[in-house]
């Protein structure tokens, strides 16, 4: 019941349609024109360290955005 998985769309949307996977932030996308995706569950509180490597991950991709 808990990790973090990155993953292609095509391999986790099923999961996501049957809710065995979560999307960590609900109707937000961050496009990297590489697929990637970060799944967090919603129906729970996420630890400090999780919230953290969000945060970094989320960081990571908006400057390789702008970097481009």
């Known amino acids: 019941g808990q990790g973090l998985a990155l993953g292609w769309?095509?391999?986790?949307?099923q999961y996501l349609?049957?809710?065995t996977?979560?999307?960590p932030l609900p109707g937000?996308?961050?496009?990297?024109?590489?697929?990637y995706y970060l799944l967090v569950p919603v129906n729970r509180p996420v630890s400090a360290e999780t919230g953290m490597f969000v945060a970094w991950a989320k960081s990571q991709v908006a400057s390789?955005?702008?970097?481009?």
């Open 28 to 35: 937000e996308v961050l496009k990297t024109g590489f697929g």
């Open 17 to 19: 349609e049957d809710g």
């Open 64 to 68: 390789r955005a702008n970097s481009n």
């Open 9 to 13: 769309r095509h391999l986790v949307d």
């Open 21 to 23: 996977l979560v999307c």
